[in-house]
């Protein structure tokens, strides 16, 4: 330095600098060190810069005023520097010489505004529009220059101005670097062509500037929005392009496909270095890695052996890292600087803590402390969010990437690979797996950021205290294992919580579905107690996992207390002349609390590796599977005049299989139609998938001319308009769409669907019957326009009449089809006749083919097929001519297996197969047919599918109507006050004085540690250091002893309201009336009983737990800050405010980010699912790349609302932050302010506390922001738990006595009952007595009020007038249970429930098991039952799936028979049930229920017509009331009804 600013110039002088109360630096240092600072930065970034713009050009900006200016400027500012050059030479000229440096600094200074201005217009040209390198340059240079400009005016003040001309110069400099970095902090325009420009809602984070990117300024708009109004997902910006999946998968693909050809090409050469020539390979596909040569057992021997030495599984971890690594590790390099910064902080604290120790520094020095520490502490949050930003970036695209890839390649795997993983495992990659990565990048850089921080903790420690801190290093070792012991302890009671939870909804989802049916019985108390019981294990489970949160919650806060203990209590035992002093302490402080984060870090990112690691497996595997050969089937045969070719081929589902078609030669030529016959599981649908290519070629060729059009056995539908699902992608034109709809009979059935051909079709088309989804998915062949079309046994699910109109008008030679190519799978004999040509295949091979006659004649396989199926056809020909069938209501399963399981069956076989053909007859039933409306109205003719039906469609609204609930901005703190008292207010008051006593014996402990500091600078150490650790340990375990307490009661208190909120809910709706069941879809019941309920026992208890944590920790650092500096109390007014502010813009806008988050998730799996389930037909139709876009599009529509959420946690953290740093700012200024009054040691604690309260500032709005999410669950279960109640179960006073009712008289008199509150009447003043014993049969047209009149008399319907009296006990008078017990009905549909049977027909366990017996018996399943191995105890599977609807039916009667009540009412089953059964049951009650009034709905006329009485109910009035005879001689309405039924001539 000496030589370059001379002798005169000296570089440092200490007592100008440090030891002044004018501090100023010497010229020499501000030419040297401040003038090139800037410019090494900037030669230093330069080459990497112009590289990195290379790489990624956005386009070239056109030339602005602004880019004018900042130019003009750029070269004024190397003017001006080199003018000082020129005047340094002209000086030398004149004799006056100058030390070296001034010729050198204007130099270097003019070559790096040169290279400045030159990155001005490079910058342009590349299309950025603002620069961050050269914003840091411009205020590197402004903040350098900051010194010189002072100095310079002091030096005037000085009055001596020697050098007019540079001190003019500099500041003409000055001015122009000022000017810079305020232009710099302007936008250019968006560059030419870019799609900011096209895009209607573009993401503002591509145009923003560079200080607002690093603030995350730009999202601030988005914040507002949110504040004012709910966003809507129209609200969000579209997702950057760089991260749309049309950029990330094909760049992970690239990488994979890389992988494997690598991988390949290895094996290729380790196999051939084992032996000469590989076998070639004859399978048909692609092998995805693993190789596709088979080869003789000596061979594979030696190949074991070579591919242990060298498994070359493509790696995709590798593939990933290429893709995405780069990205990342800028990532990584903030980290990398954050932690070094984030030591910088407790340095300066002890030179802070020192200065006010000293009590003749002059001022500056701690201002500048208190400075310095605010910036660093601004620097590290800037830098740490713009890691965190990358970091979720990565792992957002990974996450898009890795759900591309999987859905690409689940369209194109091999049927052997989709076997080995189900449906649901796929998509659980897609959700669980791809969402495993996402969590984990987040927190990778913690692998080796965490060791890092803890070592250079441990070395500032080590400095600062020695070896004893290797005491405080072991506590913290050993309260590792403590931790992992918990953890691994609170997963295992997860597990089971998990178990008992979906018990209880599967039993609760019962209840609510067979609701009615408890009430008719009264039986709720037993499901109540049931209910409660499984209730009861699961609060026990919370209640073990509460106990160990607790120990949990106690390690971690008093961690880093006994760590200090420890440590503090060694460091002043092991030497006398160790003293405790204010730095010592308090910065070992500030360095434990550094240290508390990693620690706790490292378990949890071991653990997430070790998960991901597990799921890398997964992906890897799932993604090396063999994938379909594209070239299996010819498509381009134009040679020959054959539409379809199979010449000897040889096809198997999977490699290692066993062959399923051998030898197969069949020839279609063009525009015929062939039929393919056979047995069940002959190979006839094997056939069709060997034609699409789905199966394994093993030889021979096969070859199919023009597109194909392909029909499923099972109806692929997807869950979109059903317009949509006959387009197919196709576009739209009416004349053809509408005689598509006609030839596929389709056209009756959009009268009856709600919203017409745009009805929305649910998942696996829910709402359609079998038959309407087979004739929607032939639709969608018929109007794709095929040359050939492949048709799997379309006419199985559909009725034989309705199959014959398909046959007639699509199929046939007369159909819409003709001149196409068809090949028709059947099993309709009928058509046969009329086909051109029958293949035959028995057993996986052609046996004959040929025209119906040539068939016959040859007397062969296929004439023995007609005769095994020709006795089905007549009867289904029988059936055609009975007008019953109109449609089907009717699954497919049940008449698609119908076949094999009827002919197999033993000699009955004719009896079984006419009783199945007459209840098939029932069942159907159209639509249009009045009687079939009716009991849709009652809701059981969709025998097959009432659930999923029930449920499906409320959810579809239910989303609607929650979103309203729930929307209504902030949650009314009445609901706080509500969970309050469940958990029970004193409850909640102790617990906050818990918390509070927590926090003073914490504040305690500290302030005991800044007198102890204290006593070293009056020297009294010796005496009392035993008495200084016994109280400091004391407080210390006061407070872990106190937090455990709290968290405990906390929990405890949490479980309570649990238990009671719950408690209300169940009480509540088993007492709700029947109406609300009815207007309530049951799937948002289901939802307040499984998703609220868990949020409150899981989700909302730890958030308070946080949530006051964090509460009391910043408010105990206010106190402390206050206290020992009052002044401070000043500032939180302000930083309160603004924190306010910025807590409700956050709470608000992610508060529905999540949301919509959430519900653009569950489209992208289901879609998944179904691209699975239906992948042959997207391959068939071709449509293969139109759904990857599909799912592209999906995924790109859930990240463009995960995205803004991601940013909004960073911009709330970057805001909070900074209030944290004031804070810091603000306690070092006020404790400088007040250093003579303070002692060290206060200092050393309000500094301390203020640098760890930004995490607890940050936590503090996260918890509160999940508080106001959590907290809604109680106000949607307190919801439901106030819905008005239905009468009370018992009247004690007004108890009906036991044997009651004795005769069975009945009386209504002048009934009048409606529905709900606001509909009309449905009984009209009914008057009608009847005596004991009488058998009255109750008929009337639908909506007639048959129904009405049984649900009265149980009082499901509460009396609008009149009233019913039986043996003169009025019933509106009694409890419902004294009610209802004593009164017995046989619903119209069975309702079982999962349980055994016992609990089924005896839930209160009143009967002993011979009179169960007994009942069995007369219901004639005692057989049945005693050959069950479990007998009574035999388990009914939910809604008594693994019984037979009839005996179902059965179990009823049973109920019915046990209870023998004097009063039975009989609600006939409409159709489901077939005649047998219904016998069985009608002489049942004649027999057993002789003495008993019996009341019977009846849809059968045969069955009343010897009853005492007929009562016809019209229009809700009695319009005839008499004996059948006489009713029908009188010929009114009864003998009509008769009449049709034939009954009556």
Known sequence: MERLCGEKLPFWVANETFHTDRPDLSECFQLSVLAWLPCIFLWAAFPIYVYYLKRSSRGYI???????????????????????????????????????????????????????????????????????????????????????????????????????????????????????????????????????????????????????????????????????????????????????????????????????????????LTNQAVY??????????????????ESSPEEAEVLLSSHKAAPHQPSFLRALIKAFGPYFLIGSLFKLLQDSITFIN?????????????????????????????FTAILQTLILHTHFQYCFVTGMNVRTALIGAIYRKALVITNAAKRSSTVGEIVNLMSVDAQRFMDLTTFLNMLWSAPLQIMLALYFLWQNLGPSVLAGVAVMVMLIPFNAFIAMKTRAYQVQQMQHKDARIKLMNEILNGIKVLKLYAWENSFKDKVLAIRQKELKVLRKTAYLGALSTMAWTSAPFLVALTTFAVYVTVDENNVLDAEKAFVSLSLFNI????????????SSLVQASVSLKRIQNFLSHDELDPSSVDRKNTGSDFAVSVVNGKFTWAKEDQPVLHN??????????????????????????????????????????????????????????????????????????????????????????????????????????????????????????????????????????????????????????????????????????????????????????????????????????LRNYALEDIIEEDEATEELIEDEMFSDDVLSNHHTDMVDNEPTFNETKKSF??????????????????????????????????????????????????????VKSKVFLEYAKAVGLVLSVIICLLYACQSAASIGANIWLSEWTNDASLNNTKENVNMRVGVYAALGIAQGVLVMISSFTLAMGNIGAAKKLHFNLLINKLHTPQSFFDTTPIGRIINRFSKDIYVIDEALPSTILMFLGTFFVSLSTMIVIVSSTPYFAIVIVPLAAIYVVVQRFYVATSRQLKRLESVSRSPIYSHFSETITGSSVIRAYGRHDAFVHM???????????????????????????????????????????????????????????????????????????????????????????????????????????????????????????????????????????????????????????????????????????????????????????????????????????????????????????????????????????????????????????????????????????????????????????????????????????????????????????????????????????????????????????????????
């Open 917 to 970: 053909m007459r209840q098939m007859s029932i069942m159907s039933g159209d639509s249009d047919n009045l009687r079939c409306r009716s009991v849709r109205r009652h809701g059981c003719s969709q025998r097959r599918h009432p659930e999923p039906q029930e449920k499906k469609k409320p959810q579809e609204m239910e989303k609607l109507i929650q979103a309203e609930a729930a929307e209504t901005g902030r």
């Open 664 to 865: 197969i030669n069949v020839m279609v030529p063009q525009g015929s139609l062939v039929a393919v016959v056979g047995h069940v599981g002959c190979g006839k649908s094997s056939l069709i998938s060997a034609l699409l290519g789905d199966m394994e070629k093993q030889e021979g060729e096969v070859s199919v001319r023009g597109s194909v059009a392909y029909v499923p056995q099972q109806a692929w539908i997807q869950n979109a308009t059903l317009r949509d699902n006959i387009l197919f992608g196709n576009s739209f034109n009416e004349q053809k769409y509408h005689r598509v709809l006609d030839a596929c009979a389709l056209t009756p059935d959009l009268e009856v669907l709600p919203g017409g051909d745009m009805t929305e079709i649910g998942e696996k088309g829910i709402n359609l019957s079998g038959g309407q989804r087979q004739r929607v998915s032939l639709a969608r062949a018929l109007y794709s326009n095929a040359d050939v079309y492949l048709l799997d046994d379309p006419l199985s699910a559909v009725d034989a009449h309705v199959a014959k109109h398909i046959f007639d008008n699509l199929i046939g030679p007369e159909g819409v089809l003709k001149g196409k190519t068809r090949i028709l799978v059947t099993h309709g004999i009928s058509f046969l006749p009329q086909v051109d040509n029958i293949v035959v295949i028995v057993d996986g091979r052609v046996s004959e083919m040929g025209s119906y006659q040539e068939l016959l004649k040859q007397n062969g396989a296929f004439a023995e097929f």
């Open 595 to 606: 240290l508390r984060f990693p620690l706790n870090m490292l378990p949890q990112v071991i």
């Open 62 to 268: 056109m030339m602005s005023l602004l880019n004018r200016f900042k130019t003009v400027f750029g070269l004024f500012l190397w003017i001006v520097c080199w003018t000082d050059l020129f005047y340094t030479f002209h000086e030398l000229r004149s004799g006056n010489t100058q030390p070296p440096i001034y010729f050198v600094t204007p130099l270097v200074l003019g070559m790096t505004m040169l290279l400045a201005t030159f990155l001005i217009q490079y910058e342009r040209l590349h299309g950025v529009q603002s620069s961050g390198v050269l914003f840091i340059f411009w205020f590197l240079s402004v903040l350098c220059a900051l010194v010189p400009f002072r100095s310079k005016i002091l030096k005037v003040y000085g009055k001596d101005v020697p050098d007019k001309l540079r001190f003019t110069t500099f500041y003409i400099y000055f001015g122009l670097i000022l000017c810079e970095l305020i232009l710099c902090c302007f936008n250019e325009k968006p560059p030419l062509f870019s799609n900011v420009v096209t895009d209607p809602n573009p993401c503002p984070e591509t145009t923003a500037g560079f200080l607002s990117t690093v603030t995350f300024w730009w999202f601030t708009s988005l914040a507002i929005k949110g504040y004012k109004r709910p966003l809507e997902s129209k609200d969000l910006w579209s997702l950057n392009k760089r991260d749309s999946s049309e950029e990330m998968v094909p760049k992970l693909l690239k990488e994979w496909d890389k992988e494997q050809a690598k991988a390949k090409s290895d094996q290729h």
């Open 1191 to 1545: 799912n592209d599009m999906k995924v790109d529509d859930n990240q463009k609302s995960y995205y803004p959420g991601i940013v909004s946690n960073r911009w709330l953290g970057v805001r909070i932050e900074f209030i944290g740093n004031c804070i810091v700012l603000f306690a070092g200024l006020f404790a400088v302010g007040g250093k003579n009054t303070l002692n060290p040691g206060l200092v050393g604690l309000s500094v301390s506390y203020a640098l760890q309260v930004t995490m607890s500032l940050n936590w503090m709005v996260r918890m509160t922001s999940d508080l106001e999410n959590n907290i809604v669950a109680v106000e949607r279960v307190k919801e439901y738990s106030e819905t008005e109640t239905e009468a009370p179960w018992e009247v004690e006073d007004k108890k009906p006595p036991p044997e009651w009712p004795m005769k069975g008289n009945v009386e209504f008199n002048q009934y009048c009952v409606r529905y709900r509150e606001g509909l009309d009447l449905v009984l009209k003043n009914i008057t009608l007595s009847v005596k004991g014993g009488e058998k009255i049969g109750i008929v009337g047209r639908t909506g007639a009020g048959k129904s009405s009149m049984t649900l009265s008399l149980f009082r499901l319907l509460e009396a609008a007038g009149g009233e019913i009296t039986i043996d003169s006990v009025k019933i509106s008078e009694i409890g419902l249970h004294d009610l209802r017990s004593k009164l017995t009905i046989i619903p119209q549909e069975p309702v079982l429930f999962s349980g055994t049977l016992r609990m089924n027909l005896d839930p209160f366990d009143k009967y002993s098991d011979e009179e169960v017996w007994k009942a069995l018996e007369h219901s004639h399943l005692s057989r049945f039952v005693s050959n069950q191995s479990a007998k009574l105890e035999m388990e009914c599977s939910e809604g008594g799936e693994n019984l037979s609807v009839g005996q179902r039916q059965l179990v009823c009667l049973a109920r019915a028979l046990l209870r023998k009540t004097r009063i039975l009412i009989l609600d006939e089953a409409t159709a489901a049930i077939d005649l047998e059964t219904d016998d069985l049951i009608q002489s049942t009650i004649r027999t057993q229920f002789e003495e008993s009034t019996v009341f019977t709905i009846a849809h059968r006329l045969n069955t009343i017509m010897d009853y005492t009485r007929v009562l016809v109910l019209d229009k809700g009035q009695i319009a005839e009331f008499d004996t059948p005879t006489n009713l029908i001689s009188q010929r009114g309405i009864f003998y009509g009804m008769a009449k049709d039924a034939g009954l009556a001539q």
């Open 276 to 293: 000469a020539k590989p076998q070639p390979s004859a399978t048909n596909h692609v092998s995805g890695g693993t190789g596709g040569n």
């Open 346 to 374: 407790p340095q300066l604290l002890s030179m802070l803590i020192n200065f006010t120790k000293d009590k003749s520094a002059p001022d500056w020095w701690g201002y500048t402390l208190a400075f310095l520490m605010f």
